[in-house]
């Protein structure tokens, strides 16, 4: 099994936001990779083919954050 590249869409609007989504991203087991952008306001997120894209938006979500849409290896997935 290979990798996994979810995108998301955040609504951020300062340093602290972005910051609280990198936090529990950064806690995540399985995640390989992450970045967190403020100024496009998404988050990108390579993780182990173990974790799947609801765990990923589930975490993102308990920051607070509005998820507006989100990407599971290039397709469009309900937020």
Known sequence: MSDHHYKF???MSCGGCSGAVER???KLD???EYNVS???QTADVTTEAALDYATVLEKI???GKTVNSGEADGVSQPV
């Open 9 to 11: 869409n955040v609504s």
């Open 38 to 40: 403020l100024e496009t």
């Open 30 to 32: 399985g995640v390989k």
């Open 24 to 26: 529990v991203l950064k």
């Open 61 to 63: 979500k308990k920051t």
